[in-house]
């Protein structure tokens, strides 16, 4: 029995969120007394294989081979399908991300059972005890205590920020790394992959702002933008938004905070008719001071804030930049 | 062409939810299509018009999904399959997608469209088990769907602002991203056409799948706060005031 971690890597470099989930781990591992294998995939990668293996961990697995050099769903699947069998792993964890959406519940219906995506947390309590994981329902308006019934292997996968990388404990002495060819045959990679863009060059940089005033869902029309505008304009703020905003075109994609926008640690962050679904918060909850004003009080976003206002924006928002005005004798 | 899109019917966006037990109260709800459904119902549709073919929706869900599949249709889908069943609530995601596969089995189409996610359970990965249980070629979190030659050129997205084109045979299943086209609303017409539409509906037995659930919901509740928010309260100017002397004197950021 073992708890293996499937890190991510692209280009010789670690997807941050490999190591979170090799904290999760580590935790996992010293309640449930099982030691830690880790996996790296890629070609030429034993120097990233030797990196993982300064943590405090049983053994790591680099599968090096010239099929993995591109991800695609159709190698990465039996690779870390056979992993999986060869170690005898009763727990797999994976960090929840885009390319980990993409092929490791392929992986769980192969052994007949199923991920647990976007974990945020694993209770357990104690050697033997059957470890409780805990996900987020409703766009992170309810939390659920979710249990294996099955005997294994378990596949789970764990949400950005929800463990620490730098609680990550290191070894005095190096773990083993095994080089291991992946059993995949080239012949069976059926999708062609070409090389990742960017719609447009990014002009604005948001990750250098001390203060951001950012508009979501709530603030329903276009027109109704220039209202939180005034409001960022008398604070000195940038502008930015969530997801729907820029998808519908009411703000350039250039000003969206989220996974598939900007993550941002300004000093303040002001989030204005934004609900707080899990793809804004991960690209914002690094922020010092974080505000919210929604008229829902039962918002997710209102977790992560240290100050709320729970009201209408249409009211707040107008009040709140003649108050900055004042003060600032604007 | 022929196309099935698998589409969730979910309680509405903005509904108050009370959690009870192992799952939230339903009583008083709303229900909507889950919204990244809605844009692979309209990827699906433009698709049909690009390239001719058909449309079928698929959903499983107790007899409420009814007005879910109505509106699909109504939208502009050919035709319906509804697993129609009580015992589909008590599927995970495993069994849920083995129900979907039975169904889609005997239809044989080029592509599977369905939501990258569901708004309810957000587990993201009903398309990925489904493409793996029928054999079929799979890509996620698409924005755009182009025909090419005997395969399919999509545009995927990859993490902050990054994009990918991936060239796929058929048959595919594909998840579409939320946003990534305009949602058209069912006109008149629709909703007349829509009636006279076939919806054949199936239950769990008809399609012999009895899935044993390998994960279960133990408890649903409302998450702890991981900071201590201080609320304002009071009127709109209060409200205000309070939040700029807090910005100015605690936060030293004005």
């Known amino acids: 029995m073992s708890i293996l ?19 999760a781990a580590q935790a996992m591992a010293s309640t449930l007394e099982l030691p830690v294998y880790a996996a790296v995939l890629g070609r030429g990668i034993e120097k990233l294989a030797s990196d993982v293996a300064a943590y405090q961990l049983q053994h790591v697995y680099a599968l090096d081979g010239a099929a993995l050099a591109q991800y695609t769903p159709d190698a990465y699947v039996p690779a870390v399908q056979s992993l999986v069998q060869r170690t005898g792993a009763q ?4 960090p929840h991300t885009y390319q980990v959406r993409d092929f490791a519940p392929r992986v769980a219906t192969r052994f007949g059972t199923v991920l647990l995506s976007d974990v945020v947390e694993v209770r357990c309590s104690g050697k033997g005890g059957r470890p ?21 292997p378990y596949f789970a996968s764990v949400q950005a920020g929800a463990y620490r990388a730098d609680q990550l404990v290191p070894s005095a002495d190096a773990a083993v790394v095994e080089i291991v060819a992946p059993e995949v045959d080239a012949a069976s990679i059926r999708s062609k992959s070409e090389a990742p863009f960017r719609e447009s060059a990014r002009a604005l940089d948001l ?71 899990i793809q804004h918060l991960v690209g914002m909850k690094g922020a010092k001071t974080i505000i919210a004003i929604n008229k829902d009080p039962e918002a997710p976003i209102f977790e992560v804030a240290d100050y709320g206002i729970v009201g209408d924006l249409f009211d707040v928002v107008p009040a709140l930049t003649e108050e900055v005005r004042r003060v600032k004798g604007l | 062409m022929k196309i099935v899109v698998a589409i969730k019917q979910v309680p509405a966006r903005d509904s108050l939810l009370r959690a009870e037990g192992s799952w939230i109260q339903e009583a008083d709800l709303t229900w909507e299509i889950n919204e990244p459904d809605a844009y692979a119902l309209e990827s699906a549709l433009q698709l049909r018009e690009k390239n001719g073919g058909e449309v079928i929706a698929l959903c499983a869900g107790p007899e409420r999904a009814t007005t879910t599949i109505r509106e699909a249709l109504a939208k502009g889908a050919d035709r319906a399959i509804h697993i129609a069943d009580d015992g589909v609530d008590k599927l995970d995601t495993l069994g849920i997608a083995r129900v979907l596969a039975k169904a889609v089995e005997s239809e044989k189409p080029d592509l599977v469209l369905t939501g990258l996610q569901s708004d309810d359970l957000g587990y993201g990965q009903t398309g990925v088990v489904l493409a793996e249980l029928l054999g079929y070629a799979h890509s996620t979190i698409i924005m755009s769907v182009e025909v090419e030659g005997s395969g399919i050129r ?101």
């Not at chain 1, 409780?132 to 294994?152: I, M, S």
């Not at chain 2, 009636?195 to 199936?202: A, M």
């Not at chain 2, 807090?246 to 936060?251: I, M, T, W």
């Open chain 1, 5 to 23: 971690v499937v890190m991510e890597q692209s280009g010789g470099q670690f997807h941050r969120m490999s190591f979170e989930t090799l904290a």
């Open chain 1, 132 to 152: 409780v994981f805990v996900r987020q329902l409703f766009q992170g308006k309810l939390n659920a205590d979710v249990e294996f019934t099955g005997a294994g």
């Open chain 1, 91 to 94: 727990y797999v964890l994976f």
């Open chain 2, 154 to 254: 999509v545009k995927r997205e990859l993490e902050g602002g990054w994009y990918q084109n991936i060239a796929l045979p058929m048959p595919a299943v594909l998840t579409i991203q939320s946003g990534s086209s305009k949602l058209r609303y069912a006109t008149l017409m629709g909703i007349k056409k829509a009636k006279s539409k076939e919806v054949r509906t199936l239950s769990l037995s008809d399609l012999g799948v009895s899935a044993d659930p390998v994960a279960r919901i133990s408890r649903v509740y409302l998450p702890h706060k991981s900071k201590s928010t201080q609320m304002l309260e009071g009127s709109p100017k209060e409200q205000a005031a309070k939040l700029v002397e807090k910005l100015r004197f605690e936060v030293r950021a004005l």
């Open chain 1, 207 to 277: 990750t250098s702002a001390e203060l951001i005033v950012s508009v979501g869902r709530g603030i329903r029309e276009k027109e109704n933008i220039s209202m939180v505008e005034a409001l960022a304009s008398a604070m000195g703020a940038e502008l930015a938004a969530s997801r729907p905003i820029c998808d519908n075109g009411w703000l350039p994609m250039e000003r969206q905070v989220g996974s598939s926008g900007q993550t941002v640690s300004p000093k303040v962050y002001m989030a204005i008719g934004i609900s707080g679904a």
